[in-house]
C-alpha cells in the first residue's frame, strides 16, 4: 500500500485548504482510511475517519473528510482555518482494529503534508 499526500502550505488564519492523499493497493486495505495531524513537539492526533461512505470527525464544522468517486484519493477541507491547526498531515490506511483514534491502530502512512496557518 502506497500513500501519497498532498496540498498542504502556508495559508492565513480563517482561510481554507484541502489535503488529498492518493491510495493505491487492496481495496480492504483502504476500505478504511484516516487524518492524523503532528504539531511541533506533540503527539501525533486523530483528524477523522472515513470508512466506505460513514465518516467520523472530532473537528466539526470546519473539516470535511470525503473520498473521490473512485475511492482511491481520500480528502480533507478544511475551512476557517486557526493557527492551533498547523502541523503535518499524515493519511493513514489498513486499519486494523482498536481504538481507531490511536496510532497504532493502523498500518500504513503516507509521508505527510505541512500546513502552516498563520495569524
Known amino acids: 500500500v502506497q500513500l501519497q499526500a498532498s496540498g498542504g502550505g502556508l495559508v492565513q488564519a480563517g482561510g481554507s485548504l484541502k489535503l488529498s492523499c492518493a491510495a493505491s493497493?487492496?481495496?480492504?486495505?483502504?476500505?478504511?482510511m484516516a487524518w492524523f495531524r503532528q504539531a511541533p513537539g506533540k503527539e501525533r492526533e486523530f483528524v477523522g475517519r472515513i470508512r466506505s461512505s460513514e465518516v467520523t470527525i472530532p473537528v466539526k464544522g470546519r473539516f470535511t473528510i470525503s473520498r473521490d468517486n473512485g475511492k482511491s484519493t481520500l480528502n480533507l477541507q478544511m475551512n476557517r482555518l486557526r493557527p492551533e491547526d498547523t502541523g503535518i498531515y499524515y493519511c493513514?490506511?489498513?486499519?486494523?482494529?482498536?481504538?481507531?483514534?490511536?496510532?497504532?491502530?493502523?498500518?500504513?502512512w503516507g509521508q505527510g503534508t505541512q500546513v502552516t496557518v498563520s495569524s
Open positions: 493497493g487492496p481495496t480492504v486495505t483502504t476500505s478504511s
Open positions: 493513514a490506511a489498513g486499519f486494523h482494529g482498536g481504538d481507531e483514534t490511536l496510532r497504532s491502530a493502523w498500518g500504513y
